[in-house]
């Protein structure tokens, strides 16, 4: 059988060489690890960030999925911003039918021109207004804004410190902080690219879910102990009223005389608590230790309406609404 028709077997991954990925062509851009390299769509010009040997998917390069996009308020949007977004949207008109850009490159260039911005700005502008459909997303003062909730670094950056993050420090060699940012500075350098600064790696790693991090760094248990709740279970409590449980507890509150100052002892306050529920049936605050009159007073509140109570001590029901009253536990 003749090789003439084989396709080659060898892959060259220098800067500017092609590259297919899920069906899709790529030009090198840059080489940001052994097995990363950074890479250009050819037909939209997206950038991403592709594995050396298929491990994983490709990261696409661009505001990260968890960062919400900075909604604007239109009442202060002025005419003349709204004039620039039209404007914006004639101009990338005759890109909007083509769905891949293909062939679009000197459309693009001359589209550019005319706006004097880049070809990748151009592009931006037709992803932008593509997702939303509004012509807000063209509005000058939405691509400019900054802040909480939108980065400032350039999308190649920020794709290495997500990757990098997720596959280096999210994992069970459980490494430091320090480890990570000089991991991230390193791939950045080897792809030339401006290095990010220590505070902005560790908001990155706060940013992130803070039990998928343990997860991955000490395992499920360690996540289980320190994110989950302890829940225990008590039998017979399946519905409301079912079983309450009624308990005392020392205040860290002193109560003192009204006219010299002088402190009298601390308050013990005794909750009625529905298992069920958790819901605070009642209560009875005294300065006295806890007895049988503790509990019955504290019964008593459980099992009658607070309308009146809260009444008598100055408040409103719309201000403190306590709806919560039975006695199905008394029997």
């Not at 039990?211 to 519905?239: C, L, M, N, T, Y």
């Not at 529920?277 to 005294?286: D, N, Q, W």
Request: charged share 25%; with cysteine.
């Amino acid at each position: 059988m003749s090789n003439k028709n084989k396709e080659p077997t060898q892959l060259w991954l220098k800067e500017g060489a092609t590259v297919v990925d899920n069906g899709r062509e790529y030009v090198i851009v840059a080489l940001a690890d052994l097995n990363l390299v950074l890479a250009k769509e050819v037909a939209s010009g997206e950038k991403v960030l592709l594995r050396i040997g298929d491990l994983g998917p490709p990261r696409k390069i661009g505001t990260p999925e968890n960062t919400p996009t900075p909604k604007p308020d239109l009442w202060e949007i002025s005419d003349e911003e709204w004039r620039v977004a039209e404007e914006r949207r004639r101009q990338i008109a005759p890109l909007l039918g083509n769905p891949v850009y293909q062939h679009s490159g000197a459309k693009a260039d001359k589209i550019a021109a005319e706006a004097c911005v880049s070809r990748a700005t151009v592009y931006r502008w037709v992803a932008a207004f593509r997702e939303t459909g509004l012509l807000s997303s063209l509005l000058p003062s939405l691509s400019a804004r900054g802040g909480k909730g939108k980065g400032r670094l350039p999308a190649e950056v920020d794709a290495i410190i997500m990757d990098c993050i997720e596959n280096f420090h999210d994992t069970e060699q459980n490494r430091s902080i320090a480890k990570t940012v000089e991991e991230i500075r390193r791939r950045c350098s080897n792809a030339n690219l401006r290095l990010p600064a220590l505070n902005t790696i560790r908001i990155r790693i706060d940013q992130s879910n803070g039990r998928e991090r343990v997860k991955s760094r000490k395992g499920e248990a360690a996540a289980h102990d320190q994110f989950d709740p302890i829940k225990g279970v008590i039998p017979d409590a399946d519905w409301p009223l079912a079983l309450v449980q009624i308990d005392h507890t020392l205040l860290p509150v002193i109560i003192v005389d009204d006219v010299h100052r002088k402190s009298i002892r601390r308050a013990w306050i005794t909750l009625a608590i529905d298992v069920y529920s958790r819901v605070c049936l009642g209560m009875y605050l005294t300065l006295d230790a806890p007895s049988a009159m503790s509990a019955g007073m504290c019964i008593s509140h459980a099992i009658m309406p607070k309308d009146q109570w809260i009444s008598r001590l100055g408040l409103t029901t719309a201000a403190a609404d306590w709806p919560y009253w039975g006695c199905s536990f008394a029997r």
